[in-house]
């Protein structure tokens, strides 16, 4: 007889980031930051900070404080896993470059222009390079 997978397995630790998502989706952003702020201490422990499923929930998490407009918290959690990518995927990763938009469209939304141009004139050029 084949058991269920435990609340702490990367199974379990996936469906929550998942339904992290889907909460997301239905604009229900605090019981998405409610689901990751559950599961993302466990992703870290278990699969690293460094793990695609970790760094995707990390996204969602940005993209939960964007629409909630805690845009210093947004700005912060994408320029995490932006820093995490470019050390392990490179600039050039279309991973990496999605998160530097987000950073960007941040900045904006935080009436930081300058830095938000010189970000994307930035990516621009990576863009052009590949």
Known sequence: Q???PGPDTAVAMRTASMLATVL???NKHTEAEVVLHEVL?????QLGAEHPDTLSALMTLGN??????KLDD????????????????GAEHVNTMTTTMNIA??????????E?????????GVQQRV
Do not use: C, H, N
């Open 116 to 124: 938000a141009e010189v970000m994307l004139r930035d990516l621009l």
């Open 64 to 69: 939960v404080f964007a629409a909630q407009d």
């Open 41 to 45: 201490p466990k992703m870290r422990k």
């Open 2 to 4: 084949r058991r269920m």
């Open 74 to 89: 947004a700005l912060a959690t994408y320029q995490d896993v932006r820093t995490i990518q470019q050390r392990v995927l």
């Open 24 to 26: 997301f989706d239905q």
């Open 105 to 114: 469209s941040t900045l904006g939304s935080q009436y930081k222009f300058q």
